[in-house]
């Protein structure tokens, strides 16, 4: 398996396809694997080089207990580290929940290794420290008591995905609900940001009403919400997502070999289980 040195700490990855180079992060508790789960490997191989990252703590990368060993410089770090073993200069980034807020990391830390942000299921802003807290006392009583209350939440999951959640360590997974945010001042980065972004999240999302107030100050960014989704069907749905990202990429790269002039505020919403819709059909 492809390794990644970022100082002491291996980040394992995965390469699929050919194309312009896409780096695909996976949330809290996931792992690479989700994405081939959930279809959007199959989907986007065709197009693109998917560059496929165990956050640090997930999947086959190191799991360190340190809780500062987690702070989001580093976690953004972990991404520059594999873009370098590969040679890849730039590359467009797709993260999802805890990978979303590696890519507000990237503008915090690193923008100028990335050509767009693709951001689902985050918003740029301190989550109540609540959340965490109850997190962590579920994981102190072992993963087999976390997946129960996520089943509880959100259904039954499928075994395939119970067995990837079985298999986390819990001790890492409170060393990172333990680190430093690291988004202070991220508000004012935001607002001076250039990069084309792209932000999705569920209409039943706890993250939904945080993600749609802080499109609103970035000037070259898009909004996409699926009416109806939690933040775990959202992640899952790659045959509402991936339209939304193939169009958005299609049209950055557009732009990115003609001089054009983006639109400062440009927001729109999915219209039930259709395509994408046009820039602005809300007139928002």
């Given at each position: 398996?492809?390794y990644?040195?970022n100082?002491s ?12 180079p ?16 959930y279809?959007y490997?199959?989907?986007l191989r ?7 990252i165990?956050?640090r ?6 799991k360190?207990?340190?809780p500062?060993?987690y702070?989001?410089?580093?976690r953004?770090e972990?991404?520059?580290a ?6 890849v200069?730039?590359?467009h980034?797709?993260g ?9 990391g990237i503008v915090?830390?690193?923008?100028e ?9 985050m918003h740029p ?7 965490a ?5 579920l994981l102190?009583?072992g ?14 999951m499928a075994?395939d995905?119970?067995a ?5 360590d819990?001790?890492?997974l ?5 680190a430093?945010?690291?988004?202070t ?8 940001m250039?990069?084309?972004?792209l ?6 999302d706890?993250?939904?009403?945080g993600?749609?107030?802080?499109v609103?100050s970035m000037?070259?960014?898009?909004f996409?919400?699926?009416?109806g989704?939690?933040?775990s069907?959202t992640?899952?749905?790659s045959?509402l997502?991936?339209p939304?990202v ?10 990115e070999?003609?001089?054009s ?7 729109y ?5 259709s395509g ?6 809300n007139g928002?």
């Amino acid at each position: 398996m492809p390794y990644a040195k970022n100082h002491s700490i291996s980040i394992h990855y995965q390469v699929e396809g050919e194309g312009p180079p896409l780096v695909l992060q996976h949330g809290f508790t996931s792992s690479l694997q989700n994405w081939y789960n959930y279809g959007y490997v199959a989907a986007l191989r065709q197009s693109y080089q998917l560059i496929l990252i165990d956050a640090r703590g997930h999947g086959q990368s190191d799991k360190p207990y340190d809780p500062q060993a987690y702070a989001l410089q580093h976690r953004v770090e972990d991404v520059l580290a594999v873009l370098d073993a590969l040679q890849v200069d730039n590359a467009h980034y797709l993260g999802y929940s805890m990978g979303g807020r590696i890519g507000f990391g990237i503008v915090k830390y690193h923008p100028e290794r990335f050509l767009s942000l693709i951001i689902g299921g985050m918003h740029p802003y301190e989550s109540p420290s609540e959340s965490a807290k109850a997190r962590i006392a579920l994981l102190q009583r072992g993963m087999v008591t976390y997946v129960a209350d996520a089943e509880t939440q959100n259904g039954p999951m499928a075994p395939d995905r119970k067995a990837r959640l079985l298999a986390n360590d819990p001790e890492a997974l409170i060393a990172s609900l333990q680190a430093p945010r690291g988004l202070t001042g991220i508000e004012q980065l935001l607002l001076d940001m250039t990069l084309p972004c792209l932000l999705y999240v569920g209409e039943a999302d706890s993250f939904y009403p945080g993600a749609k107030e802080g499109v609103r100050s970035m000037p070259n960014a898009r909004f996409v919400s699926f009416p109806g989704l939690n933040h775990s069907q959202t992640s899952q749905a790659s045959h509402l997502v991936v339209p939304h990202v193939t169009q958005f990429l299609h049209e950055v790269m557009q732009d990115e070999s003609r001089p054009s002039v983006n639109p400062p505020y440009n927001v729109y919403r999915t219209q039930g289980q259709s395509g994408p819709t046009q820039p602005g059909a809300n007139g928002r």
